[in-house]
């Protein structure tokens, strides 16, 4: 049976009329066990009336099966509604390359650092599309001419 | 040059229809890519998880409890890896063949919505990342369902391994 282990924290946002956390999750998220690991998540969001706003700190995830893309869809769904973000941060190549595929990636933003996604959240200043990590189209299948996925991009400053 | 004629390598693994063991048969998965092909490392995850998703659909639709399934891994030196997974066809919610490419066929419609939390793994991942999947009504009951990724034909998707970055993508 595959390992998960998911931690939520509290962040501090500025604005008293919405609340931030970090989900921290690590393992693998399969058949196995991603319906009661999805329950932990629903229940932060039940819990939080209001406007929420979630960062996925996906640092320690090394596989997700697609029910528990179909989960972290309907968590987005669930926040953004509500007026929160949904935020990616630190997902490993497998991860984002998976995500990518089935085109979340063009509603969830992903960043490689957990402070870039924390300054969209927290609402200081750089919420910006060139703070996220750029994503391909998710409909196109890789080609011989694709440029590699690691490093997928490389960022002039 | 290596011998196009060799026999292909083939390993077939039963495994108890339970999704307790997924995880063995994707490590098997991305071992078997990663130290016995020629496809780059990224490939050895994507077919990872289009392992997982094949195998997850056959025990949640095709074999019955304490039925098994069998998953057929055929490598082709410098040409493909064949994946076969088959169910014993004595699940609640079994499917044939052509329901398959029916379901199949309505999901890579670009219109299709997603609207639950099931249903993207065949349409969105095992379709996306493999170049050829054929659904086969067994004799005996059960579906077989066959991917191929080809290693290198210009004809299909490239697998080949990734080489160092030729040019930039600029953000500005």
Same mark, same amino acid.
């Given at each position: 049976?595959?390992?998960?282990?998911?931690?939520?924290?509290?962040?501090?946002?500025?604005?008293?009329?919405?609340?931030?956390?970090?989900?921290?999750?690590?393992?693998?998220?399969?058949?196995?066990?991603?319906?009661?690991?999805?329950?932990?998540?629903?229940?932060?969001?039940?819990?939080?009336?209001?406007?929420?706003?979630?960062?996925?700190?996906?640092?320690?995830?090394?596989?997700?099966?697609?029910?528990?893309?179909?989960?972290?869809?309907?968590?987005?769904?669930?926040?953004?509604?509500?007026?929160?973000?949904?935020?990616?941060?630190?997902?490993?190549?497998?991860?984002?390359?998976?995500?990518?595929? %089935?085109?979340?990636?063009?509603?969830?933003?992903?960043?490689?650092?957990?402070?870039?996604?924390?300054?969209? %959240?927290?609402?200081?200043?750089?919420?910006?599309?060139?703070?996220? %990590?750029?994503?391909?189209?998710?409909?196109?299948?890789?080609?011989?001419?694709?440029?590699?996925?690691?490093?997928?991009?490389?960022?002039?400053? | 040059?290596?011998?196009?004629?060799?026999?292909?390598?083939?390993?077939?693994?039963?495994?108890?229809?339970?999704?307790?063991?997924? #995880?063995?048969?994707?490590? =098997?998965?991305?071992?078997?890519?990663?130290?016995?092909?020629?496809?780059?490392?990224?490939?050895? =995850?994507?077919?990872? $998880?289009?392992?997982?998703?094949?195998?997850?659909?056959?025990?949640?639709?095709? #074999?019955?409890?304490?039925?098994?399934?069998?998953?057929? =891994?055929?490598? #082709?030196?410098?040409?493909?890896?064949?994946?076969?997974?088959?169910?014993?066809?004595?699940?609640?919610?079994?499917?044939?063949?052509?329901?398959?490419?029916?379901?199949?066929?309505?999901?890579?419609?670009?219109?299709?919505?997603?609207?639950?939390?099931?249903?993207?793994?065949?349409?969105?991942?095992?379709?996306?990342?493999?170049?050829?999947?054929? =659904?086969?009504?067994?004799?005996?009951?059960?579906?077989?369902?066959?991917?191929?990724?080809?290693?290198?034909?210009?004809?299909?998707? $490239?697998?080949?391994?990734?080489?160092?970055?030729?040019?930039?993508?600029?953000?500005?």
């Amino acid at each position: 049976m595959a390992e998960a282990t998911i931690l939520t924290e509290d962040l501090p946002v500025k604005d008293p009329n919405s609340k931030a956390k970090l989900v921290t999750i690590s393992g693998q998220l399969d058949e196995s066990n991603v319906d009661n690991k999805a329950k932990e998540i629903y229940q932060v969001i039940d819990a939080t009336p209001g406007k929420l706003s979630l960062i996925f700190d996906l640092a320690g995830l090394d596989y997700m099966n697609s029910k528990s893309i179909g989960y972290l869809t309907d968590w987005y769904g669930k926040i953004t509604e509500r007026g929160g973000k949904v935020l990616i941060a630190h997902a490993k190549p497998n991860i984002k390359d998976i995500l990518q595929v %089935v085109g979340l990636t063009q509603l969830i933003q992903m960043f490689e650092s957990l402070d870039e996604a924390k300054t969209v %959240v927290l609402g200081t200043s750089a919420e910006t599309p060139a703070a996220a %990590v750029p994503t391909q189209t998710p409909t196109q299948a890789p080609t011989m001419t694709q440029p590699p996925s690691q490093p997928e991009t490389f960022k002039l400053n | 040059m290596e011998n196009q004629n060799e026999k292909p390598t083939r390993i077939s693994i039963t495994l108890p229809g339970n999704a307790y063991f997924m #995880s063995g048969i994707r490590d =098997f998965t991305l071992t078997l890519i990663k130290n016995t092909t020629n496809f780059a490392e990224k490939w050895a =995850f994507r077919l990872q $998880s289009v392992v997982d998703e094949l195998c997850n659909n056959a025990i949640e639709y095709g #074999s019955g409890e304490n039925e098994d399934i069998l998953v057929t =891994f055929v490598h #082709s030196k410098e040409q493909y890896v064949d994946i076969i997974v088959e169910d014993t066809g004595t699940g609640k919610n079994k499917m044939t063949a052509a329901e398959m490419n029916k379901l199949l066929e309505e999901r890579r419609n670009e219109n299709y919505k997603f609207t639950g939390i099931r249903g993207r793994g065949l349409a969105k991942i095992v379709a996306e990342w493999t170049d050829e999947i054929e =659904f086969t009504d067994k004799e005996g009951g059960g579906l077989k369902v066959r991917i191929r990724k080809y290693l290198k034909d210009p004809r299909y998707k $490239s697998g080949l391994p990734e080489s160092t970055p030729t040019h930039l993508v600029l953000n500005v």
